[in-house]
């Protein structure tokens, strides 16, 4: 079956420290991958994708390589700010399917 | 454009009780989904409108659970009766595409 497994939380950093927020997945076909994030009060929104192989999504900063061999999708940012802090989900989509499936979440605070 | 909105953003109710849920979709957005996150754990599908008619209701939990989508506009979930574990955050979420989601900010279920 389909799952995801991230990184347990909580997380703190200092600002501007580097992050990595790891997730690896199991799929039965060729998923596309993503990140969403949820600021306090506010709904999940998209951070970013890939929906194959090597490809690299990137958004405000923040980075994941689709690795195959590894069946990983690391989220990576290269210095965090205070405003990042918020709960990130790793979540994979089959191409044939609508479903969503998550992990866990994990929440960052960024601390000045 | 108005986003997904879910009421109410909030609700505690006692066991035993019955509480609905409302989701209101992008206009014209076709597929509506809606999701659980319980405590710490990860966020799970539960079902999938198409208009108003169920696509898959695959996640549902059990039969105390039951989702309707009104002329294919919103949508209600009702719990009846609800119990403990049924508490959690509700995330409803829309789309007009494959991919294309947007998420709600959730309505925070509290059963004591």
């Known amino acids: 079956g389909n799952s995801v497994t991230q990184m347990e939380g909580p997380v703190t950093l200092s600002e501007e420290a580097f992050l990595t927020i790891n997730c690896t997945y199991t799929a039965t076909g060729y998923p596309s991958l993503f990140w969403y994030v949820q600021y306090p009060g506010e709904g999940l929104q998209l951070l970013l994708k890939?929906?194959?192989?090597?490809d690299k999504g990137s958004n405000k900063g923040f980075e994941a390589t689709y690795r195959k061999e590894t069946t990983s999708f690391h989220l990576e940012k290269g210095s965090v700010q205070v405003s990042d802090s918020a709960v990130y989900f790793c979540a994979l989509s089959e191409s044939t399917g609508n479903q969503f499936y998550f992990g866990t979440g994990t929440s960052l605070t960024v601390i000045p | 454009e108005a986003g997904v909105t879910q009421f109410p953003s909030h609700s505690v109710i006692e066991k035993g009780q019955t509480v609905t849920l409302r989701c209101d979709p992008i206009?014209?957005?076709?597929?509506l989904y809606w999701y659980r996150r319980v405590m710490g754990k990860e966020i799970k599908f539960l079902l999938h409108?198409?208009?108003?008619?169920?696509?898959?209701e695959s996640g549902m939990p059990n039969n105390r659970f039951l989702a309707e989508r009104t002329g294919g506009t919103y949508s209600t979930l009702k719990v009846q009766p609800a119990e403990l574990e049924d508490s959690g955050v509700y995330f409803c979420?829309?789309?007009?595409?494959?991919?294309?989601?947007?998420f709600g900010s959730g309505t925070r279920l509290t059963v004591v």
């Open positions: 409108f198409v208009k108003e008619s169920k696509q898959d």
């Open positions: 206009s014209g957005h076709d597929n």
């Open positions: 890939a929906t194959k192989a090597d």
């Open positions: 979420a829309s789309s007009q595409r494959l991919y294309g989601y947007t």
